[in-house]
């Protein structure tokens, strides 16, 4: 029998009898909580009523206890440990660490959301499977571009946060679509008793990556009857670039000696002999004939003799193979870094103004009237570089330019023979404006005011949120560049039909473009700027009644019922340019516009089965459901069961086992050909297929008739991704837990331990480029569907092209998703006579996790499709923290631990070297594909008067640097930082302090 069918069969016994125990009473849902403890975390302040209700559920309780896990951070974290936004204090969590988070420093990438996005996603679901709510209601999204559908956490201000309550297993059935791996509940401050004023500055020892913070929060009562709260937030996040940090700007190869382990790549000085020669970043400034391969400047070791010019330019250091330099050292980088890393942002300029309303008001018959008013307005600002390297020729020579008189030279037979590749930088912008708005009101009470019931309550919400962004920036224009294709038609809008393109205005060849020297004249010359606008919408409407249906020898049987309207829609337009394809190597995309609707019934129960009995002090069950029907999506029904049983005052068990569902999101369903670029290395599983593992690889690559040491193309390839409309069906899934929390008797001390196994069916996404090209080589049959996906080059004109041009990744169900891992959590807290000790702590090891697409056991060609452990998927990561209170004193320590992380499985061994590098090194050599495990400390103190509050401290107090890795068997971001390690501290040593004053 398989582990599902066995806990349904096993939840299945339980329900049936305990339905039969409380007389028929219908089951639903629950998922309260318990951290650890939980009600030490929680200010009576929040409590509106006697009983709470936690994030998970939806029937009111006497104590923060469940059958489901629940991690809480408080807002006292920000201020101990220095975190300026929302985004910080989230992402930071152990559940969120151990996998790729949404953020800033993504902005040179096709991302959901866009650039400056920030979301949360736990244990590695995806953002679109973990659903944030604030104060128990779901806010819409809000970014730029066709992938909008997460939360963006820029729009939450730190400063009105109480605490967040983070639910670790699948609650669809509470909440619906999307809250399929947890649930993260943002819980707002409900009252200002005084006027507040609070500033916050993180500032790191190296310059770069300021951030500073301003709220104010002010509250009022109107007669006995009414609250009002007032709450404003600036936020400013500098950039930091990547020349800002050493083991940012300097992309490395980063490969040793196996024997002496000495850095080989170091001793590879260029011509100049400079401390950064072995960079590899913006490789520019070159000319390069496309069918003889002959360099038209100089190169370092003087064999390549231009025939223009007379002389090299000044700078240039082209590749020159294994050639030598006048120093004797053997050549290999082919780059110039040059100034430009002072103006390339690893995380851009982020502005946030933000404001938050609040009201509570009493009117007649008991009845309550909550309103929240949210604006936010979010600015991200991206400066980089990017690389032009048109074909130029006779055929776009300016008529009487005598410096393309090379190109026109009688040894070529026709303008079709005589085109020159030429690279050179190109400065680009792109800023981003997102305004928005989200207003939800409550009324709420109970029946026994009106004179029935008087155990049951009732609620009605109504939420609406709309986001409003512009994207704006510089573009390279196809009919400005003279980017004529190598047959000589430029076809830049794809329809067959050569288009004009305008003769280039500026000469390519001089030195002073090809150095970066005339950036202002290129962008004038052959760039074009344009603005796109997003619009996304939510409105729902959600009404619930909760109460007690009889009482049952264990204690009372409670019931909620509740039904949900919700619709949304997105209307993105991107700019003009864009939109006629006049845009030259870019991401572009058209128009995505459309609309889905969802109506949802649900219902939730728990039963007392057992109290005060032996092993058995109080045990309870939890079960919930709910049917929904989409508009798009289709129509199911989901269900959730829960045991929390308390044996005994040191020890209880919890256990749940639930399905849930996603529905497609709006860009699943109606993307409209969003482009993107990838490196071959990235893409091409027939990169030096000679040496591969695979056997399917070897078979298949060379019936494409790829020669067995292809090194790959130069250009990249471009990844076209797109919605899957009708098609498209809504992901299933189960959820299972199970944990015992410790809380003994002759100690102050709180244990969560707890399993937990996630499985999600007939998943949702648009396949990588590596999935693509992989599934056509590395499966047993050849060529079948994956081959149709994609293009690759036939030989090109000098015969070595076989690049992979183009991918089509549409979105489409795939086959499963898999996760299995434990979550620890523990709590001390004791009273000395020197002060209240606490120490909070938490761990996560995740055991398995896996992708299966159609059925394969591959993942870009490998055979072992469990990622666990790999570069941005660490195995265990953890957080600590432990405060000291001494009368108005608080003194912290805090600590942060992110596992081993280990690529090596991908390739047949360390010493794997990439075709193209086969004989760059005198020796073999490693490269690295594994980061080193890493604990992060920090320390602060804090003084807490009667209106003052001051605090100071640091984080990584001994400004440990990420891990490096190999660019050439690693994805980095910059440098040799890991692009999807977005646990590790790019800052480095880093001082804060938060000042607040209460009037």
């Given at each position: 029998?398989k582990?599902?069918?066995?806990?349904?069969?096993?939840?299945?016994?339980?329900?049936?009898?305990?339905?039969?125990?409380?007389?028929?009473?219908?089951?639903q849902?629950?998922?309260?909580?318990?951290?650890?403890?939980?009600?030490?975390?929680?200010?009576?302040?929040?409590?509106?009523?006697?009983?709470?209700?936690?994030?998970?559920?939806?029937?009111?309780?006497?104590?923060?206890?469940?059958?489901?896990?629940v991690?809480?951070?408080?807002?006292?974290?920000?201020?101990?440990?220095g975190?300026v936004?929302?985004?910080?204090?989230?992402?930071?969590?152990?559940?969120?660490?151990?996998?790729?988070?949404?953020?800033?420093?993504?902005?040179?990438?096709?991302?959901?959301?866009?650039?400056?996005?920030?979301?949360?996603?736990?244990?590695?679901?995806g953002?679109t499977?973990?659903?944030?709510?604030?104060?128990?209601?779901?806010?819409?999204?809000?970014?730029?571009?066709?992938?909008?559908?997460?939360?963006?956490?820029?729009?939450?201000?730190?400063?009105?946060?109480?605490?967040?309550?983070?639910?670790?297993?699948?609650?669809s059935?509470?909440?619906?679509?999307?809250?399929?791996?947890?649930?993260?509940?943002?819980?707002?401050?409900?009252?200002?008793?005084d006027?507040?004023?609070?500033?916050?500055?993180?500032?790191?020892?190296?310059?770069?990556?300021e951030?500073?913070?301003?709220?104010?929060?002010?509250?009022?009562d109107?007669?006995?009857?009414?609250?009002?709260?007032?709450?404003?937030?600036?936020?400013?996040?500098?950039?930091?670039?990547t020349?800002?940090?050493?083991?940012?700007?300097?992309?490395?190869?980063?490969?040793?000696?196996p024997?002496?382990?000495?850095?080989?790549?170091?001793l590879?000085?260029?011509?100049?002999?400079?401390?950064r020669?072995?960079?590899?970043?913006?490789?520019?400034?070159?000319?390069?004939?496309?069918?003889?391969?002959?360099?038209l400047?100089q190169?370092?070791?003087?064999?390549?003799v231009?025939?223009i010019?007379?002389?090299?330019?000044?700078?240039?250091?082209?590749?020159v193979?294994?050639?030598?330099d006048?120093?004797?050292?053997?050549?290999?980088?082919?780059?110039?870094?040059?100034?430009?890393?002072?103006n390339?942002?690893?995380?851009p300029?982020?502005?946030?103004?933000?404001?938050?309303?609040?009201?509570?008001v009493?009117?007649?018959?008991?009845?309550?009237?909550?309103?929240?008013?949210?604006?936010s307005?979010?600015?991200?600002?991206?400066?980089?570089?990017?690389q032009?390297?048109?074909?130029i020729?006779?055929?776009?020579?300016?008529?009487?330019?005598?410096?393309?008189?090379?190109?026109?030279?009688?040894?070529?037979?026709?303008?079709?023979?005589?085109?020159?590749?030429?690279?050179?930088?190109?400065p680009?912008?792109?800023?981003?404006?997102?305004?928005?708005y989200?207003?939800?009101?409550?009324?709420?009470?109970?029946?026994?005011?009106?004179?029935?019931?008087?155990?049951w309550?009732?609620?009605?919400?109504?939420?609406?949120?709309?986001?409003?962004?512009?994207?704006?920036?510089?573009?390279?224009?196809?009919?400005k560049?003279?980017?004529?294709s190598?047959?000589?038609?430029?076809?830049?809008?794809?329809?067959?039909v050569?288009?004009?393109?305008?003769?280039?205005?500026?000469?390519?060849?001089?030195?002073?473009?090809?150095s970066?020297?005339?950036?202002?004249?290129?962008?004038?010359?052959?760039?074009?700027?344009?603005?796109?606008?997003?619009?996304?919408?939510?409105?729902?409407?959600?009404?619930?009644?909760?109460?007690?249906l009889?009482?049952?020898?264990?204690?009372?049987?409670?019931?909620?019922?509740?039904?949900?309207?919700?619709?949304?829609?997105i209307?993105?337009?991107p700019?003009?340019?864009?939109?006629?394809?006049d845009?030259w190597?870019?991401?572009?995309a058209?128009?995505?516009?459309?609309?889905?609707?969802?109506?949802?019934?649900?219902?939730?129960?728990?039963?007392?089965?057992?109290?005060g009995?032996?092993?058995?002090?109080?045990?309870?069950?939890?079960?919930?459901?709910?049917?929904?029907?989409?508009?798009?999506?289709?129509?199911?029904?989901?269900?959730?069961?829960?045991?929390?049983?308390?044996?005994?005052?040191v020890?209880?068990?919890?256990?749940?086992?639930?399905?849930?569902?996603?529905?497609?999101?709006?860009f699943?369903?109606?993307?409209?050909?969003?482009?993107?670029?990838?490196?071959?290395?990235?893409?091409?599983?027939?990169?030096d297929?000679?040496?591969?593992?695979?056997?399917n690889?070897?078979?298949?690559?060379?019936?494409?008739g790829?020669?067995?040491?292809?090194?790959?193309?130069?250009?990249?390839a471009?990844?076209?991704?797109?919605?899957?409309?009708d098609?498209l069906?809504?992901?299933?899934?189960?959820?299972f837990?199970?944990?015992?929390?410790?809380?003994?008797?002759?100690?102050?001390?709180?244990?969560?331990?707890?399993y937990?196994?996630?499985?999600?069916?007939?998943q949702?996404?648009?396949?990588?480029g590596?999935?693509?090209?992989?599934?056509?080589y590395?499966?047993?049959?050849?060529?079948?569907?994956?081959?149709n996906?994609?293009?690759?080059?036939?030989?090109?004109v000098?015969?070595?092209?076989?690049?992979?041009?183009?991918?089509?990744?549409?979105?489409?169900?795939?086959?499963?998703?898999?996760?299995?891992?434990?979550?620890?959590?523990?709590?001390?807290?004791?009273?000395?006579?020197?002060?209240?000790l606490?120490?909070?702590?938490?761990?996560?090891?995740?055991?398995e996790?896996?992708?299966?697409?159609?059925g394969?056991?591959?993942v870009s060609?490998?055979?072992?499709?469990?990622?666990?452990?790999?570069?941005g998927?660490?195995?265990?990561?953890?957080?600590?923290?432990?405060?000291?209170?001494?009368?108005?004193?608080?003194?912290?320590?805090?600590?942060?631990?992110?596992?081993?992380?280990?690529?090596?499985?991908?390739?047949?061994?360390?010493?794997?070297?990439p075709?193209q590098?086969?004989?760059?090194?005198?020796?073999?050599?490693?490269?690295?594909?594994?980061?080193?495990?890493?604990?992060?400390?920090?320390?602060s103190?804090?003084?807490?008067?009667?209106?003052?509050?001051?605090?100071?401290?640091?984080?990584?107090?001994?400004?440990?640097?990420?891990?490096a890795v190999?660019?050439?068997?690693?994805?980095?971001?910059?440098?040799?930082?890991?692009?999807?390690?977005?646990?590790?501290?790019?800052?480095?040593?880093?001082?804060?302090?938060?000042i607040?004053?209460?009037f």
């Amino acid at each position: 029998m398989k582990r599902s069918n066995w806990r349904q069969s096993v939840y299945g016994g339980v329900a049936l009898s305990s339905l039969l125990m409380a007389g028929g009473a219908f089951a639903q849902d629950a998922a309260t909580e318990e951290p650890i403890v939980i009600e030490e975390q929680v200010d009576e302040t929040e409590a509106r009523q006697e009983k709470i209700v936690v994030t998970g559920s939806l029937l009111a309780r006497d104590e923060f206890s469940s059958a489901s896990p629940v991690q809480v951070i408080t807002a006292e974290v920000a201020t101990i440990e220095g975190l300026v936004d929302t985004a910080s204090l989230l992402q930071g969590s152990s559940l969120a660490s151990g996998s790729t988070q949404l953020n800033n420093t993504f902005q040179n990438y096709v991302t959901n959301g866009g650039v400056g996005t920030q979301t949360i996603d736990l244990r590695g679901c995806g953002d679109t499977r973990t659903l944030v709510l604030i104060d128990g209601k779901r806010p819409g999204a809000s970014g730029t571009r066709g992938a909008v559908a997460a939360l963006d956490l820029n729009v939450v201000p730190q400063s009105i946060i109480s605490r967040v309550e983070i639910l670790k297993d699948g609650a669809s059935t509470i909440y619906g679509s999307d809250a399929v791996c947890g649930v993260v509940n943002i819980i707002t401050r409900d009252s200002v008793d005084d006027f507040e004023l609070n500033f916050s500055g993180s500032l790191p020892e190296e310059s770069g990556g300021e951030s500073f913070r301003l709220s104010s929060a002010w509250g009022f009562d109107w007669g006995d009857n009414a609250n009002f709260t007032i709450s404003a937030e600036y936020r400013l996040n500098q950039e930091l670039d990547t020349s800002d940090r050493s083991y940012l700007e300097c992309s490395e190869d980063y490969v040793r000696d196996p024997l002496t382990g000495r850095r080989a790549d170091r001793l590879n000085y260029g011509a100049n002999g400079g401390p950064r020669d072995w960079c590899s970043n913006l490789y520019f400034n070159t000319a390069i004939d496309r069918f003889s391969g002959e360099r038209l400047i100089q190169s370092p070791d003087g064999s390549t003799v231009p025939t223009i010019y007379g002389g090299s330019i000044p700078g240039y250091r082209p590749r020159v193979g294994t050639g030598m330099d006048e120093n004797g050292n053997l050549y290999f980088e082919d780059t110039l870094d040059a100034p430009f890393l002072d103006n390339t942002d690893f995380r851009p300029k982020n502005e946030n103004l933000s404001i938050f309303l609040t009201s509570d008001v009493d009117l007649p018959a008991g009845i309550t009237w909550d309103s929240e008013f949210l604006y936010s307005k979010r600015e991200t600002e991206v400066e980089g570089w990017r690389q032009f390297f048109p074909n130029i020729g006779s055929a776009n020579n300016p008529a009487g330019n005598p410096l393309y008189g090379y190109i026109g030279a009688p040894n070529y037979s026709n303008d079709m023979n005589s085109l020159v590749q030429v690279v050179m930088p190109f400065p680009t912008f792109d800023k981003v404006s997102v305004d928005y708005y989200s207003v939800s009101t409550s009324f709420s009470g109970g029946y026994g005011d009106l004179g029935f019931l008087s155990d049951w309550s009732w609620k009605v919400d109504g939420t609406f949120s709309r986001g409003e962004g512009t994207y704006e920036g510089n573009e390279i224009l196809n009919s400005k560049s003279s980017d004529w294709s190598i047959d000589g038609v430029a076809d830049w809008t794809g329809d067959g039909v050569p288009d004009l393109v305008t003769a280039p205005t500026i000469n390519f060849l001089d030195p002073a473009v090809l150095s970066g020297q005339r950036t202002a004249d290129l962008v004038a010359a052959i760039g074009g700027y344009q603005s796109g606008d997003t619009v996304y919408e939510q409105t729902t409407f959600t009404a619930t009644t909760a109460g007690d249906l009889f009482e049952l020898p264990a204690g009372d049987v409670g019931l909620a019922l509740g039904v949900e309207y919700r619709e949304f829609s997105i209307d993105d337009q991107p700019g003009a340019l864009t939109q006629i394809g006049d845009i030259w190597g870019s991401s572009t995309a058209g128009p995505t516009q459309g609309e889905n609707s969802v109506t949802e019934v649900f219902a939730e129960t728990r039963i007392p089965l057992l109290k005060g009995q032996f092993l058995a002090e109080d045990v309870e069950l939890e079960a919930s459901v709910r049917a929904f029907d989409y508009e798009i999506g289709g129509s199911d029904s989901i269900y959730k069961v829960g045991l929390n049983w308390q044996l005994n005052p040191v020890f209880r068990v919890r256990s749940s086992y639930g399905t849930s569902y996603r529905a497609p999101a709006l860009f699943e369903l109606f993307l409209q050909e969003q482009t993107g670029f990838q490196n071959q290395t990235a893409v091409d599983p027939c990169i030096d297929w000679g040496n591969s593992s695979n056997p399917n690889i070897q078979a298949n690559c060379a019936a494409a008739g790829i020669p067995s040491d292809y090194i790959g193309g130069s250009s990249s390839a471009l990844i076209i991704e797109s919605g899957g409309g009708d098609l498209l069906e809504s992901e299933s899934g189960n959820t299972f837990t199970a944990g015992i929390v410790f809380t003994p008797t002759f100690a102050p001390l709180n244990i969560a331990l707890d399993y937990y196994e996630i499985e999600i069916n007939d998943q949702i996404t648009s396949l990588s480029g590596a999935q693509v090209v992989g599934g056509c080589y590395a499966a047993a049959t050849y060529p079948n569907d994956f081959c149709n996906l994609f293009d690759r080059a036939t030989g090109g004109v000098d015969g070595n092209d076989f690049s992979v041009d183009n991918v089509q990744a549409p979105t489409l169900n795939v086959d499963s998703q898999q996760q299995r891992g434990i979550d620890l959590e523990v709590r001390y807290e004791h009273d000395f006579n020197f002060g209240t000790l606490t120490i909070d702590g938490s761990v996560n090891w995740a055991l398995e996790r896996y992708i299966n697409v159609f059925g394969s056991d591959f993942v870009s060609g490998v055979s072992d499709n469990d990622f666990n452990g790999t570069v941005g998927y660490p195995s265990v990561v953890g957080d600590m923290l432990v405060t000291l209170e001494r009368g108005d004193w608080t003194y912290s320590f805090f600590s942060d631990f992110v596992g081993r992380q280990d690529d090596n499985r991908y390739y047949t061994a360390d010493l794997n070297t990439p075709q193209q590098y086969v004989g760059a090194f005198p020796n073999e050599v490693m490269y690295k594909a594994y980061t080193e495990a890493q604990f992060v400390h920090g320390a602060s103190i804090r003084w807490e008067g009667d209106t003052w509050t001051f605090a100071g401290g640091v984080r990584n107090i001994f400004d440990e640097h990420p891990p490096a890795v190999s660019p050439d068997v690693v994805t980095t971001s910059a440098g040799n930082v890991p692009l999807n390690a977005t646990a590790y501290d790019v800052l480095g040593r880093t001082f804060f302090t938060t000042i607040s004053k209460r009037f």
